[in-house]
Each structure stands twice: as structure tokens, then as C-alpha cells.
């Protein structure tokens, strides 16, 4: 199981923000740096799924590179 499926986002869900970041367009070095950060903090992503519902999920961090 991919780690974000156990943070409650599905393979084919669309990130379109990251912490109030949109990535559209940005590199994905970038978008990648909006994910990370210390163990335990929480992330919020904005999801796009099944092409018309938009989701808030808050992400607690488990890696720290």
C-alpha cells in the first residue's frame, strides 16, 4: 500500500494545491519540497478526484529525508 493511500489519498486523485501552493506549471523538484518536512507535521493538500470533487485532507509527515 503506497503511503499516500493510507493518508486517505487514492491512486488517481489530483493534487492541484500543497500548504496553499498550486504546483500547476511549477517544476516538480518543487512541488516534491511542499510535501516534505519534519516528522509529524501535518501537510494540508487540495485534491482534485474523479474530475469534478474537490477535497481538504490534512497529511501527517512520516519520512524525513
Known amino acids: 500500500v503506497r503511503a499516500a493511500e493510507k493518508a486517505g489519498v487514492p491512486k488517481g486523485d489530483d493534487v492541484i ?14 512541488f516534491a519540497r511542499g510535501l516534505k518536512g519534519k516528522k509529524g507535521t501535518v501537510v494540508e493538500l487540495v485534491l482534485l478526484r474523479e474530475e469534478r470533487r474537490v477535497l481538504v485532507v490534512r497529511v501527517k509527515r512520516t519520512l524525513r529525508d
Open 17 to 30: 494545491a500543497i500548504a496553499g501552493a498550486y504546483p500547476k506549471g511549477m517544476p516538480m523538484y518543487y
